[in-house]
């Protein structure tokens, strides 16, 4: 779609980057304070409000995403979802993978792994089509 | 899909990037089309016609 009344495209990474990196700083505080505000927390729902903390920057860092997927324009979109689909069905495999082999006797991990297991895969897979595209 | 859009861009004197700029698009995509790596999509494609003022067929042919 043109997007002549739109932000320029050119400016999407940049934005991009800007927030996706305020995102993840909110992330890591939020982690990095989470054992102490559980300690200080005075009732149950105040528990559980910092319990959930970190949770707040991940639908942050959806929301980034989403951004940029709507600032850049359609030949990048179609590139955009390619590599989020082929990313997302090879982390989908690799966690099914892994259940198995925990049933083996592998150490079972908590299902937090799941979403840091699809970011590495977007990236990895992210940066060799990029390679492979120049 | 073929185009013209190389030939119609060096006549004016642009470059991708003014292009992609005139267009709204990134210099990757105005390279993909103009390699024929992408086909684009009706909206984009009248908004290249209107800027070189032809018709869509005299710059895409399939």
Same mark, same amino acid.
């Given at each position: 779609?043109?997007?002549?009344?739109?932000?320029?495209?050119?400016?999407?990474?940049?934005?991009?980057?800007?927030?996706?990196?305020? *995102? +993840?700083?909110?992330? *890591?505080?939020?982690?990095?304070? &989470?054992?102490?505000?559980? #300690?200080?927390?005075?009732?149950?729902?105040?528990?559980?409000?910092? +319990?959930?903390?970190?949770?707040?920057?991940?639908?942050?860092?959806?929301?980034?995403?989403? &951004?940029?997927?709507? &600032?850049?324009?359609?030949?990048?979109?179609? &590139?955009?979802?390619?590599?989020?689909?082929?990313?997302?069905?090879?982390?989908?495999?690799?966690?099914? +993978?892994?259940?198995?082999?925990?049933? #083996?006797?592998?150490?079972?991990?908590?299902? +937090?792994? #799941?979403?840091?297991?699809? #970011?590495?895969?977007?990236?990895?897979?992210?940066?060799?089509?990029?390679?492979?595209?120049? | 899909?073929?185009?013209?859009?190389?030939?119609?861009?060096?006549?004016?004197?642009?470059?991708?990037?003014?292009?992609?700029?005139?267009?709204?698009? %990134?210099?990757?995509?105005?390279?993909?089309?103009?390699?024929?790596?992408?086909?684009? %999509?009706?909206?984009?494609?009248?908004?290249?016609?209107?800027?070189?003022?032809?018709?869509?067929?005299?710059?895409?042919?399939?």
């Amino acid at each position: 779609m043109a997007q002549a009344e739109a932000a320029p495209v050119k400016y999407a990474g940049r934005s991009y980057l800007l927030e996706i990196s305020f *995102v +993840t700083a909110l992330y *890591v505080a939020a982690v990095w304070f &989470r054992p102490w505000l559980i #300690a200080q927390a005075a009732s149950h729902e105040m528990k559980l409000a910092a +319990t959930v903390l970190p949770a707040l920057p991940i639908w942050g860092m959806f929301l980034v995403v989403w &951004r940029y997927y709507r &600032r850049i324009d359609e030949f990048e979109r179609q &590139r955009f979802l390619e590599v989020i689909a082929i990313a997302f069905g090879v982390g989908s495999c690799l966690v099914c +993978t892994y259940s198995f082999l925990a049933d #083996a006797g592998l150490p079972q991990l908590a299902i +937090t792994w #799941a979403w840091p297991t699809l #970011a590495v895969s977007w990236a990895i897979t992210g940066a060799i089509f990029h390679i492979a595209r120049r | 899909m073929r185009n013209q859009l190389p030939a119609l861009r060096a006549a004016r004197g642009m470059t991708q990037a003014n292009l992609a700029d005139r267009l709204n698009v %990134s210099r990757q995509t105005v390279n993909a089309i103009e390699t024929g790596r992408y086909d684009p %999509s009706l909206p984009l494609a009248f908004a290249i016609a209107k800027l070189f003022k032809c018709r869509i067929e005299e710059i895409f042919e399939p």
